[in-house]
């Protein structure tokens, strides 16, 4: 995606993590099917032996992309299905936790370093199928609700009812992808989120694009049919001032029971960028140094 950084969740992880010393720092994330688990558990691997108790890694089942980029990807059109990803999942925890059974064709193979160097794995959806899995495994689960809310109460519901406890997880824990601008008044917040009206059409017609500014999303004149696109992709997302995205967040987390959320703010100006979420930090009472993460992803999907 040409307006997205997001093709090396590893190497943007590894730079951020070099850079700072308290701070999570997780992917949001890899698209298990575009990646050899053995190479994912290396990478991540390295990256928690390097930066013990920082590294998170969030699992998606989606491409993430169109079928022929997902085709240069995996170099086999038989590939192109997530049939199996329970299967890739699978040995992805194998790896780091070297639990292959004896006949496993896998047993002799150690991840270097993965083994004993497991980050905090979470499985990522925008349906309620990860959700499911993520409950059986009893693994956290992370749900796309900025692009996908109408299922955000089934996904929720799938994932407390098969949540089943494992050695590292006791309870359900749910985190939600929420889409967010914040700025000084509502007017400014509605301007800076402009871009990504525009962005979406153009993505959703097959031409996607470095991200728009605010001016050129102001001077496009969408047709009825891409109002309609847009009306539906931006539904969930939360712009306005402090006060109004404080209220906003807090009904969300009652309605849906969230432990945590993971923020997606996209705007062109990353100086605004920053500004939105230092104004979104003191209104929720954040402050440096809580524990917060920053994720480096490819599109989340499943």
């Not at 992917?27 to 994912?40: E, F, Q, T, Y």
Request: proline share 7%; aromatic share 6%.
């Amino acid at each position: 995606m040409p307006g997205i950084a997001s093709s090396a969740p590893a190497v943007l992880i590894a730079h951020l993590a070099s850079a700072t010393s308290t701070i999570r720092v997780g992917s949001g994330g890899v698209m298990l099917p575009n990646h050899a688990p053995l190479v994912v558990a290396e990478q991540f691997g390295m990256l928690e032996a390097l930066h013990h108790g920082r590294i998170d890694l969030g699992i998606g089942r989606a491409p993430g992309t169109d079928r022929v980029t997902a085709y240069a990807l995996r170099r086999s059109a038989a590939a192109l299905s997530a049939e199996q990803f329970p299967q890739h999942l699978a040995e992805l925890l194998g790896f780091f936790e070297g639990t292959f059974p004896e006949e496993h064709p896998f047993r002799g193979i150690t991840a270097v370093p993965g083994l004993g160097y497991r980050p905090e794995v979470w499985l990522l959806g925008s349906s309620d199928y990860s959700a499911h899995l993520a409950g059986m495994l009893g693994m956290p689960f992370s749900f796309a609700h900025h692009f996908a809310a109408a299922g955000t109460l089934d996904a929720v519901h799938a994932y407390r009812s098969s949540f089943q406890p494992s050695s590292r997880l006791a309870a359900p824990h749910l985190m939600l992808g929420v889409a967010v601008v914040c700025a000084d008044t509502d007017e400014e917040a509605r301007w800076l989120a402009g871009p990504g009206a525009l962005a979406i059409v153009r993505l959703r017609s097959g031409h996607p694009g470095r991200y728009p500014t605010p001016e050129e999303a102001a001077e496009y004149r969408y047709t009825p049919l891409e109002r309609e696109i847009v009306k539906a992709w931006t539904a969930s997302h939360i712009v306005g001032d402090p006060r109004e995205v404080r209220a906003r967040i807090e009904e969300l987390v009652d309605r849906t029971g969230a432990d945590e959320l993971i923020v997606t703010t996209m705007m062109h100006g990353a100086r605004e960028r920053v500004r939105s979420y230092e104004l979104l930090a003191g209104a929720l009472g954040l402050a440096a140094g809580d524990g917060n993460t920053v994720g480096a992803s490819e599109p989340v999907g499943a």
